[in-house]
Nanobody, 125 residues
Framework: QAQLVESGGGLVQPGGSLRLSCAAS????????ILWFRQAPGKEREGVSL????????YYVDSVKGRFTISRDKGKNTVNLQMNKLKPEDTAVYYC??????????????????WGQGTQVTVSS
């Protein structure tokens, strides 16, 4: 059964860094689109970064450009999200998602069938 499991969340001060990981089991992350999205309390889900694993091309929304970096570790079958210069407004539960049928880039979480359970990121002093 295909599953995604996130890890790496926590509490960090503004300006700090965290590295999130999304581990896949039951399938290999080749020729997939992997999305990292977040949801803060009372807010809608927001896609923040995605990677197309056929060529490891990476895409970001404007609010995280220059601060977040998405990458793939082929050996560990994971997709990572390095988050630097974190701000209080980055506080949210972060999820990774994919869908074996998806063959285009999409930041719309409705296009993704397989989600992880999420990991909490809190940016606060």
């Amino acid at each position: 059964q295909a599953q995604l499991v996130e890890s790496g969340g926590g509490l960090v001060q503004p300006g700090g860094s965290l590295r999130l990981s999304c581990a896949a089991s039951g399938f290999t992350l080749n020729y997939y689109v992997i999305l990292w999205f977040r949801q803060a309390p009372g807010k809608e889900r927001e896609g923040v970064s995605l990677i197309v694993t056929s060529d490891d091309s990476a895409y970001y929304v404007d609010s995280v450009k220059g601060r977040f970096t998405i990458s793939r570790d082929k050996g560990k079958n994971t997709v990572n999200l390095q988050m630097n210069k974190l701000k209080p407004e980055d506080t949210a539960v972060y999820y990774c998602a994919t869908d074996p049928r998806l063959r285009y880039r999409s930041f719309d979480t409705n296009d993704y069938e397989i989600w992880g359970q999420g990991t909490q990121v809190t940016v606060s002093s």
